[in-house]
């Protein structure tokens, strides 16, 4: 049993408002991705909610959850979820601003 570096409590919350797949685009979303993983044991700002990506378990995020593990895919994950929160009025914290710094490169072009 492990509760490593997960989200804020409230993270559940946010995404729910929307429920929004971020892998099929439908409102059926019921579980939260790790888009860059859990971090190891030395870094704990993979636990910021712009870590968080909604997807549909049984139907998105297990069935691809190779796929979504592609750089192409985390940028594009991270984008989206960055939008998400922005759009949403949630500006980043210390720890949020931290992983975004640690992962810039998949926010680029
Ligand atoms: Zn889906
Ligand atoms: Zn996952």
């Known amino acids: ?7 804020p409590p409230d993270t559940r919350f946010i995404f729910q408002d929307a429920w929004c797949c971020w ?3 439908e409102n059926t979303a019921d579980c939260l991705h790790h888009i860059m993983g859990r971090g190891n044991g030395d870094s704990t700002c993979e636990s910021s909610m712009f870590n ?4 549909c378990n049984q139907k998105c995020h297990l069935p691809n959850h190779g796929r979504i593990s592609t ?3 985390k940028s594009m994950l991270l984008k989206q979820t960055k939008k998400f929160l922005i759009g949403r009025d949630i500006l980043p914290n210390k720890k949020d ?3 975004m710094e640690k992962y810039k490169k998949y926010y680029k072009n």
């Open 52 to 55: 968080a990506a909604s997807f």
């Open 1 to 7: 049993m492990s509760s490593h570096n997960k989200f």
């Open 71 to 73: 750089d192409e895919w």
């Open 97 to 99: 601003k931290e992983f």
């Open 23 to 25: 892998y099929c685009g």
